[in-house]
């Protein structure tokens, strides 16, 4: 006789199976440790999966990967041309776009935070480098549109690169950490404030390098201002010098009542 398997502990299962791949990696789990986390036997968890492989890609399928890009995607490009989130309308569709795609990652944390932290010995070991190269890449693509001064360099684009990888390394970590829903999300929001606040700065920089190069014959502010300091400074020493006795002068009036 065929066992029907049931849905309700098929799901419980893959729940299970995402938090232990999360928690240890995939190559150091095994069967024995998802049964338990499911409180289950290992008799009945093969009864759904055949294979630890086969349990895994059903815990972390490709279509979560595949959607996890397009909607950071969209977000991405829904940001515009604006140089500060604060810039946007309260009803911008990138706070909604924003929101739907922290509900994606808290709807399905655990397979989130494989695919992003605890990747190794599967096929998405690659995943995080190549997921930070696509955000660099879009990051560079709006940058030329709201800093078109900016030139990217090696330099700009490395620190760029490494931005994006610890972002996402830390919201790994932040899904990880905080197993209640608003701690996480309070959490992320945090990162992602200081985020974006680095990445404005670290534009704007980039962006105000290039304008003064293209520009050598006008003076840098920080010139402007040295300038006036530098005279401030002249005329404090002259003043000191011309309020001081000159060697000598306040003794001639005794010296000359001492002729008399």
């Not at 140089?83 to 795609?101: Q, T």
């Not at 830390?170 to 899904?175: H, I, N, P, R």
């Not at 290039?210 to 020493?237: K, L």
């Not at 003794?251 to 002729?259: E, F, H, K, N, T």
Request: overall charge positive; hydrophobic content about 45%; aromatic content about 8%.
């Amino acid at each position: 006789m065929v066992q029907v398997q049931k849905p309700h502990v098929r799901d419980a299962l893959l729940l299970a199976a995402a938090q232990t791949f999360a928690e240890l990696g995939f190559e150091a789990t095994t069967m024995a440790d998802v049964a338990a986390r499911a409180g289950s036997s290992i008799g009945n968890l093969y009864k759904y999966f055949a294979s630890k492989q086969q349990l895994f890609d059903a815990a972390v399928p490709a279509e979560l990967v595949h959607e996890l890009s397009r909607r950071t995607g969209v977000r991405m490009r829904a940001f515009g041309t604006a140089r500060d989130v604060r810039e946007l309308a309260e009803g911008a569709p990138y706070h909604a776009l924003a929101g739907e795609l922290l509900d994606y990652c808290l709807a399905h944390r655990a397979a989130v935070v494989v695919v992003l932290a605890r990747a190794e010995g599967t096929p998405y070991a690659a995943f995080s480098g190549q997921f930070a190269e696509q955000l660099t890449a879009w990051s560079l693509d709006y940058a030329r549109s709201a800093y078109p001064q900016l030139e990217p360099s090696p330099a700009f684009c490395f620190v760029l690169r490494r931005a994006y990888r610890s972002f996402i390394a830390a919201v790994a970590e932040a899904l990880q950490a905080f197993p209640t829903e608003a701690d996480a999300r309070a959490v992320i929001a945090l990162l992602t404030t200081n985020h974006q606040g680095g990445l404005k700065r670290l534009f704007e920089t980039q962006g105000g390098v290039d304008a003064q190069s293209q520009n050598p014959d006008e003076p840098s502010v920080r010139e402007h201002t040295a300038r006036p300091r530098a005279r401030d400074a002249r005329a404090t020493r002259a003043d000191s010098r011309s309020a001081e006795p000159r060697a000598g002068q306040a003794d001639r009036p005794r010296r000359a009542r001492r002729r008399r």
